[in-house]
């Protein structure tokens, strides 16, 4: 168990449809970072957070948009929904973003998104 | 975007056998990371490099960042059923941005 918890497990909904995906980090970490991972692109790195404030941004489509709280937990808001959203989207965390060569990514089980 | 070229992409190998699989970037970076993924799972951090010519092992793992800080190899020894899943590496650039991940290494270990 990595600590980090990712909800829901699975989702399903069809195009056009909202969702939210939500990520617990590890107690004590303040990074978060949202990875899609398909099968003919890998892991692709959609955003990072830090302590409530957007650090980096990869991939991420106009369509996705995400938060992090106070307390540190975060949301991937996914709009608009197409047939090629369907991904298992994968949240992570660590404790050093200010010390990029000893940070370590943790990563929840992933939710499991399909869109029909 | 900066790409991390992984190879090989799978491997089928008898119970035993030892593994290498690696991983080359078009840029330096200072970081090499090895993750495994198990069906359904996230990735499981296996091994951190932060220094090229650095040398770390996790049991029967092995993982080396390359001199050139281009690339880096994994090596796993006398490999077990349950070493079967999905080897990804995991580096970052000098920019200091997140993670970049490899496509991965498929493992099939037959007893």
């Known amino acids: 168990d990595s600590g980090v918890t990712q909800t829901p497990k699975h989702l399903i909904t069809a195009t056009g449809q909202r969702v939210t995906l939500r990520c617990s980090p590890r107690?004590?970490?303040?990074?978060v970072y949202w990875y899609q991972q398909s099968l003919d692109q890998g892991l692709q790195f959609l955003i990072q957070?830090?302590?409530?404030?957007?650090?980096a941004k990869g991939n991420i489509l106009e369509r996705f948009s995400a938060q992090q709280f106070p307390d540190l937990h975060s949301e991937l808001n996914l709009s608009s929904l197409e047939l090629g959203d369907s991904a298992l989207y994968f949240c992570?965390?660590?404790?050093?973003?200010?010390?990029?060569?000893?940070?370590?990514?943790?990563f929840g089980s992933g939710t499991q998104l399909s869109v029909l | 975007g900066q790409q991390l070229n992984q190879s090989p992409q799978s491997m089928f190998i008898q119970e035993g056998e030892d593994v290498s699989m690696n991983c080359t970037s078009s840029?330096?970076?200072?970081?090499w990371l090895w993750y495994k993924q198990d069906p359904g799972e996230g990735p499981v951090l296996l091994i951190a490099?932060?220094?090229?010519?650095e040398l770390t092992s996790n049991g029967r793992l092995t993982a080396q960042f390359g001199i050139t800080r281009k690339d880096s190899f994994l090596n796993i020894s006398a490999s077990i059923p349950s070493d079967v899943g999905i080897y990804f590496c995991?580096?970052?650039?000098?920019?200091?941005?997140?993670?970049?991940f490899g496509k991965g290494t498929t493992l099939s270990v037959s007893s």
């Open positions: 992570a965390s660590s404790s050093h973003p200010d010390m990029p060569t000893n940070e370590k990514l943790f």
């Open positions: 107690s004590g970490d303040l990074s």
């Open positions: 957070y830090y302590n409530g404030e957007e650090r």
């Open positions: 840029s330096i970076f200072n970081t």
């Open positions: 490099l932060y220094k090229a010519g």
């Open positions: 995991a580096g970052r650039d000098q920019a200091g941005t997140a993670l970049i």
